[in-house]
Antibody
């Protein structure tokens, strides 16, 4: 069974850095893309970007390019989403998801439970 | 960017109603479209992919149709468990994926 387990909620101040995680199990981590989706309070879903752990290829939505970094640790089958300097507008729920289709990604067929990030002074 | 426009934004319905949600793409996406259901405080769950393929385990009252720019999600007979928010997502462009803004299905 595919499982994606995300790290717990975070409360941070503006300007701080943060790295949240998504641990995968039940499939070959290096043979599927993994992605991140933002949901701001009371709003819809926004695709942020995907990474292919097999070769570390990363692709970002133009809205998030340069704002976040997606990475992965093959040894622990864990994907990460990282900010170097948080803003209040980064307050949101963040979901990791596994696109279907292996190296040729399709729809998200599995999701993590979400990580709530709150940025407030 | 391919824009996805869902309608309506909110839909009031009763148990047993036939419900239709539409999603329009700003350019052709062939059949590279998925539908997700999201309940409050929960992660999304895929219902339909490739426009009309029902995900394993999803009740057959859900169906999808369309190709090109116009797509439809239909719930043939709304059940209490179906009150939720529904999103379409295009995955045509190689990594310029976008979601629709969502349709909330609420009790009439």
């Amino acid at each position: 069974e595919v499982q994606l387990v995300q790290s717990g909620a975070e409360v941070k101040k503006p300007g701080e850095s943060l790295k949240i995680s998504c641990k995968a199990s039940g499939y070959s981590f290096t043979n599927y893309w993994i992605g991140w989706v933002r949901q701001m309070p009371g709003k819809g879903l926004e695709w942020m970007g995907n990474m292919y752990p097999g070769d570390s290829d990363s692709r970002y939505s133009p809205s998030f390019q340069g704002q976040v970094t997606i990475s992965a640790d093959k040894s622990t089958s864990t994907a990460y989403l990282q900010w170097s300097s948080l803003k209040a507008s980064d307050t949101a729920m963040y979901y990791c998801g596994r696109p279907s289709g292996g190296a040729a990604p399709g729809h998200f067929d599995s999701w993590g439970q979400g990580t709530l990030v709150t940025v407030s002074s | 960017d391919i824009q996805m426009t869902q309608s309506p934004s909110t839909l009031s319905a009763s148990v047993g109603d036939r419900v239709t949600i539409t999603c329009r793409a700003s350019q052709s996406i062939s059949r590279w479209l998925a539908w997700y259901q999201q309940k409050p405080g929960k992660a999304p769950k895929v219902l339909i992919y490739r426009a009309s393929t029902l995900e394993s385990g999803v009740p057959s009252r859900f169906s999808g149709s369309g190709s090109g720019t116009d797509f439809t999600l239909t719930i043939s007979s709304l059940q209490p468990d179906d009150f939720a928010t529904y999103y379409c997502q295009q995955y045509n462009s190689y990594f310029e994926w976008t979601f629709g803004q969502g349709t909330k299905v609420e009790f009439k």
